[in-house]
């Protein structure tokens, strides 16, 4: 069965502290993917990997950073977080391009306090 | 970037058909996805569109149309399960064309 698995389902930091979301799929994917989902604003992208050490900006990738060095992890950083960073982080992966589905994590639900 | 509209929310009564709307404005994209989240769930994908006109499966159709710039997802013999977010997405030209971004996603809401 096709698993993308986020390392943690709620979390709750300090502003300022540096956060590290994991995201680890076991499907041999080469995109990967970080959303942040808000009330109304449906699913914005963070960033995006096309393979390994290779990363592409999504359309708010302000405040945040990534790291891809092996194929089935990519693990998105904030590295000094602040309460606008409160929100739902998804995480999706899917092989290739064009018509194929992307698989999504069940979500990390940051709280930055 | 992209631009993906969608209504923000629809509710309809259970056996209704409901359609959902996504227009854009790009160009060069591969085709249209549909995705379906839950309430706390992941979204799953639905379907895909790769070329112009509609595709079935099952209660779910998709269709559309380049030259109009617009989507839609249909939804027949409305059931409360449907109740859920439905989001338009797109694979934009980048370098590798995997990229995939979405709409703000359709509320819809299903009555007894």
């Known amino acids: 069965d096709v698993k993308v698995t986020q390392s943690s389902r709620y979390l709750v930091k300090r502003t300022g502290e540096k956060v590290f979301l994991e995201c680890v799929q076991d499907?041999?994917?080469?995109?990967m993917f970080w959303y942040r989902q808000d009330p109304g604003l449906g699913l914005r992208l963070i960033y995006f990997?096309?393979?390994?050490?290779?990363?592409e900006k999504g359309d708010i990738p302000e405040g945040y950073s990534v790291s891809r060095e092996k194929k089935e992890r990519f693990s998105l950083i904030l590295e000094s977080a602040s309460t606008n960073q409160t929100s739902m982080y998804l995480c999706?992966?899917?092989?290739?391009?064009?018509?194929?589905?992307?698989?999504f994590g069940q979500g990390t639900r940051l709280t930055v306090v | 970037g992209q631009s993906l509209e969608q209504p923000s929310e629809v509710t309809a009564v259970e056996g209704a058909i409901v359609q959902i709307n996504c227009t854009y404005q790009?160009?060069?994209?591969?085709?249209l996805s549909w995705y379906q989240q839950h309430d706390g769930g992941a979204p799953t994908f639905l379907s895909y569109?790769?070329?112009?006109g509609l595709e079935e499966t099952g209660r779910f159709s998709s269709f559309l149309s380049r030259s109009d710039s617009y989507g839609y997802l249909l939804l027949q013999e409305l059931q409360m399960k449907d109740s859920a977010s439905y989001f338009c997405?797109?694979?934009?030209?980048?370098?590798?064309?995997?990229?995939?971004?979405f709409g703000a996603g359709t509320q819809v809401v299903v009555t007894p």
């Open positions: 999706a992966s899917r092989q290739g391009d064009r018509d194929t589905e992307a698989f």
């Open positions: 499907m041999d994917h080469e995109n």
């Open positions: 990997s096309y393979d390994v050490k290779m990363k």
């Open positions: 790009t160009s060069g994209f591969y085709g």
């Open positions: 569109n790769a070329l112009d």
């Open positions: 997405a797109v694979s934009p030209p980048t370098d590798s064309w995997g990229k995939l971004q």
